[in-house]
């Protein structure tokens, strides 16, 4: 089974701290992602790589950055907490995929809520 | 971006059939469709995809409009473990061949 863990299931940081969340799979996927989930808005792509040392920027990326130094570990950077960046975090994963579609399915960890005082 | 449009919740009974509509009329004919779900405290699961036909899993079977302009899923009797928001999404397998965008879904009860 594909499994992706996520470092914190629950975080709570003043404002103005550096936050690292990480996320880690083990099924030799080369895309991973980033996501934020808040009430009302849905999923929301912050930033994702499709191989080492590799990202783009999501729908919206600013206030993070993201870090890929080895393939089965991406990490999301919060470089100054804001309060607006209270929410729930997803990490996903998933093979980049050539012929079958089957192969872009996503992977999912539990999420990190993280709240900002 | 790609967008789909989904009512925001819908409700059903426990072991009775549901059909959870999707509408995407600007689809391009490179565009898959792709269901997720998100039970309570959990990330989003993959439950199915199709392209032009009709599709079958142990979870679900999709239904694509001849036109391909609407879609619906179905969950052949459902569970109280089916409580979830279903996310309808456009995949395309061209250029950005990764990213998927999700839409604010579809908020399923299943009454006992």
Known sequence: ?117 | DAKTTQPNSMESNEEEPVHLPCNHSTISGTDYIHWYRQLPSQGPEYVIHGLTSNVNNRMASLAIAEDRKSSTLILHRATLRDAAVYYCIRFNSGGSNYKLTFGKGTLLTVNP
């Not at chain 1, 729930?88 to 998933?94: D, H, P, Q």
Request: with cysteine; glycine share 8%; hydrophobic share 30%.
């Open chain 1, 1 to 117: 089974d594909v499994k992706v863990t996520q470092s914190s299931r629950y975080l709570v940081k003043r404002t103005g701290e550096k936050v690292f969340l990480e996320c880690v799979q083990d099924m030799d996927h080369e895309n991973m992602f980033w996501y934020r989930q808040d009430p009302g808005l849905g999923l929301r792509l912050i930033y994702f790589s499709y191989d080492v040392k590799m990202k783009e920027k999501g729908d919206i990326p600013e206030g993070y950055s993201v870090s890929r130094e080895k393939k089965e570990r991406f990490s999301l950077i919060l470089e100054s907490a804001s309060t607006n960046q209270t929410s729930m975090y997803l990490c996903a994963s998933s093979f980049y995929g050539r012929g079958t579609l089957r192969l872009h399915e996503q992977y999912f960890g539990p999420g990190t809520r993280l709240t900002v005082t």
